[in-house]
């Protein structure tokens, strides 16, 4: 039996393309606090910590890209008439996002027919037959490895006075060493990961 191993490695440079590779991901995973009261919140800022990279393939995402991924979730929230507001200690509720980044191995067996040394095997059956007899040949099994980053992006709305997060968005995806200097990109995809915010 022949294993054929093919390995590809998901390079992630600095133009990490970390919201906008989540607008093409499955719908977000969203949770929150039950008993909250969102119809109060009418304002926003950042939280102090928001923007952290962590992993074990830790990136590091320049201050300009840390502003769009900033202006996009600004965005997504401004078009739902909630007010930003620069100072935090102003706001109703402030907002933190997270980047997670893991190495990850994907490994995938299919088979193939295999051939022998005077071409398709076709069988005492099908000995004469003009076509390929596909189930009548062996078959040998092939191995796929792939290597690649996966990216959690998370996005938590933290009540000020509870200092605790009471909204949280979870969206995950493959990252690619690709940059990506399109705000509509960014934009496209803060608003699918905040449509469930407030989750009213």
Aim: net charge negative; glycine share 4%; with cysteine.
């Amino acid at each position: 039996m022949s294993i054929k191993t093919l390995i590809h490695r998901a390079a992630v440079a600095f133009g990490l393309l970390a919201l906008a590779a989540c607008a093409s991901t499955p719908k977000p995973d969203v949770d929150y606090k039950s008993d909250y009261d969102f119809s109060k919140v009418r304002t926003f800022s950042f939280y102090d910590e928001s923007g952290d990279v962590t992993g074990d393939n830790p990136l590091t995402l320049s201050d300009f890209q840390k502003e769009r991924i900033d202006d996009a979730l600004k965005t997504a929230l401004e078009v739902k008439t909630l007010t930003y507001v620069s100072d935090p200690s102003e706001a109703d509720i402030l907002m933190s996002w997270h980047l997670d980044a893991r190495d990850k191995t994907d490994v995938r067996t299919y088979q193939t027919p295999t051939y022998g040394a005077y071409g398709p095997y076709y069988g005492p059956y099908n000995r004469y037959s003009r076509y390929n007899c596909w189930s009548c040949m062996g078959t040998q099994t092939e191995v796929s490895v792939q290597n690649y980053t996966q990216g959690t992006f998370i996005v938590d709305m933290i009540d000020p006075t509870l200092d605790k997060s009471v909204w949280r968005s979870v969206t995950q995806s493959k990252l690619k060493g690709q940059h990506e200097s399109d705000q509509g990109k960014y934009n496209e995809a803060a608003a699918r990961i905040m449509a469930d915010f407030p989750p009213y």
